[in-house]
């Protein structure tokens, strides 16, 4: 089965190339590689002794994939390619409704042209905003709080109504809560650009001596310890999701959202002290200010999920805390 990933060049989208090649798929990756590195493939074909056909291209670009599905017999798509930084969309959120929104319009007309239906698209949690309740399920309403959470919401639509227009649209849309860690080799991770935004690679940063001090946005939030509470999950099982959706999919279940998450809150103190005690390392932090447009705590309920994919999560903290930091320890200026 050949399989187009666009954006598979990335942190989450090669942990998941790695298993689709793993088990049996043939693999295109479209990406651009505006936040990732071409190394990747080389460290892919380490890993599994396969490489993927790699198309140097944009999403947006409708000759370039008109091309790729007249080329190939392509059976399904997962659609990664997107641009992710919260602040970036508040600051330019053009640039984020023409990458996010625009792209995948684009993709999805290509596929119609060619009969293509089945997709798995990344979603996030971040679709729920603020929630009313936790844990959240896959129905607690839609509730962005900026135009990146927004643009996901809008290609959740637009997918929904297309399954709606012609149920032949086999669609799941997998929303992520907090991906970290790393493959258990230490060959691929994630490599931001930059002073990293995330509390994972900030941490690991830290450790590596890059930089000096991990600042913890906020002590007195009303969780057990004050701290911004997540649902961190490990990029493994999160890869391993995206199979299972594939399978899903092969057997019509629809048009569905399903929380990729492991149901367990950590705040960050527990992500530091666990990372601290795992990998006998010390972290220097300080506690400031709330960050702005954070949440106090939430976590999912990935029963859905469990139900309808047969996937649950599998790694647990200390996995996720030594595997990013096996990355970060072997690659400290990433690719
Ligand atoms: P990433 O930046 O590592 O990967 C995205 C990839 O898409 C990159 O390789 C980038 O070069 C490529 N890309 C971006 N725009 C493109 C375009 N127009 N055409 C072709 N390629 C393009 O990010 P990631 O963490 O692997 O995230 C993958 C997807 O999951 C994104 O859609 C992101 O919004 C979503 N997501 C990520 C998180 C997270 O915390 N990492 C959480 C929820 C959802
Ligand atoms: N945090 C710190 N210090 C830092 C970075 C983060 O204390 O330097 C805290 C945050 O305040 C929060 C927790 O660590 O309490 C996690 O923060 P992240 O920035 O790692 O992750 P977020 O939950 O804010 O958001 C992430 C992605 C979003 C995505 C969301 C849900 O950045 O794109 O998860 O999937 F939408």
Known sequence: MTILVTGGAGYIGSHTVIQLLESGNDVIVLD???NANPEVFNRIEKICNRRPAFIEGDVRNAVLLDTIFSNNQIDSVIHFAGLKAVGESVANPVLYYQNNVAGSITLFEVMQQHGCKKVVFSSSATVY???????????????????????????????????????????????????????????IGEDPK???????????????????????FGGDYPTQ???????????????????????????????AAYNLGTGVGYSVLDVVNTFMQEN????AYQIVERRAGDVAEYYADPSFSSDRLGWKAEH????????????????????
């Open 280 to 283: 006998q390392l010390d972290i």
């Open 194 to 216: 930059g002073i990293p935004n995330n509390l994972m690679p900030f941490v690991t940063q830290v450790a590596s001596g890059q930089l000096e001090k991990l600042s913890i």
């Open 32 to 34: 651009n590689l505006c």
């Open 129 to 187: 905003g603020d929630p009313a309740s936790i844990p959240v399920t896959e129905s607690s309403p839609y509730a962005p709080a900026n135009p990146y959470g927004t643009s996901k919401m809008m290609v959740e639509n637009i997918l929904t109504d297309l399954h709606i227009s012609d149920n032949n649209w086999q669609v799941a849309l997998l929303r992520y809560f907090n991906p970290v860690g790393a493959h258990p080799s230490g060959l």
């Open 225 to 255: 310890d004050g701290t911004g509470v997540r649902d961190y999950i490990h990029v493994q099982d999160l890869a391993r999701g995206h199979l299972k959706a594939l399978e899903a999919l092969a057997e019509n279940h629809g048009c």
């Open 316 to 335: 647990s903290l200390k996995d996720m805390v030594r595997d990013h930091w096996n990355w970060q320890k072997n690659n400290p200026e990433g690719y």
